[in-house]
T-cell receptor, first 113, second 114 residues
Framework: GEDVEQSLFLSVREGDSSVINCTYT??????LYWYKQEPGAGLQLLTY?????DMKQDQRLTVLLNKKDKHLSLRIADTQTGDSAIYFC?????????????FGTGTKLQVIP | NAGVTQTPKFQVLKTGQSMTLQCAQD?????MYWYRQDPGMGLRLIYY???????DKGEVPNGYNVSRLNKREFSLRLESAAPSQTSVYFC?????????????FGQGTRLTVV
């Protein structure tokens, strides 16, 4: 199977850290992405990680990849109300000459002031 | 600073009607994509165009056709709309097919088929 799974909902208090988790099933995935979708908008790429990396940090965002367990996480430090959105993880691999990107179901992050 | 522009933003169709969703990008990108987003299912690729003049099927192409009119524009057509095609449709573009290039998404078209 090629499912990408995420929990549907996460609620955190402003100032706390948020951790959004994702599991994927395709070990041949080469890149893994985190996208953010604000209400009524398209998806915006937050960050991506190459599959041979364990961690990537970008300001308040930390991506951890456990390739053995096929587990990806996104940590948002000092979560703000503006971080409220739906977060999608996605994996990509080459498939028949094109880059196949499979998206997870999305995790809705609610930040409580 | 337009990026990827989709029209219309909202549309209601009756079963059997046809319509074309328009998408244009002003970033000189080679690759363009059409996705549909359904609750609990993430985004699924309908069709993509790796470069001007080429189009290929994605995961869920049935009931749709596409046209890569030129490098800027990639349209999605529903010839005979069905309620199962009620969804939010996103167009995306990226510079090329390389996996480490960012995909830019339009704001989406919310389509309801009654």
């Amino acid at each position: 199977g090629e499912d990408v799974e995420q929990s549907l909902f996460l609620s955190v208090r402003e100032g706390d850290s948020s951790v959004i988790n994702c599991t994927y099933t395709d070990s041949s995935s080469t890149y893994l992405y985190w996208y953010k979708q604000e209400p009524g908008a398209g998806l915006q790429l937050l960050t991506y990680i190459f599959s041979n990396m364990d961690m990537k940090q970008d300001q308040r965002l930390t991506v951890l990849l456990n390739k053995k367990d096929k587990h990806l996480s996104l940590r948002i430090a000092d979560t703000q109300t503006g971080d409220s959105a739906i977060y999608f993880c996605a994996e990509s691999k080459n498939s028949g000459g094109y880059q196949k990107v499979t998206f997870g179901t999305g995790t809705k992050l609610q930040v409580i002031p | 600073n337009a990026g990827v522009t989709q029209t219309p933003k909202f549309q209601v169709l009756k079963t059997g009607q046809s319509m074309t969703l328009q998408c244009a990008q002003d970033m000189n990108h080679n690759s363009m994509y059409w996705y549909r987003q359904d609750p609990g299912m993430g985004l699924r690729l309908i069709y993509y165009s790796a470069s001007e003049g080429t189009t290929d099927k994605g995961e869920v192409p049935n009931g749709y056709n596409v046209s890569r009119l030129n490098k800027r524009e990639f349209s999605l057509r529903l010839e005979s709309a069905a309620p199962s095609q009620t969804s939010v449709y996103f167009c995306a573009s990226r510079p090329n097919r390389a996996e480490n290039t960012e995909a830019f998404f339009g704001q989406g078209t919310r389509l309801t088929v009654v």
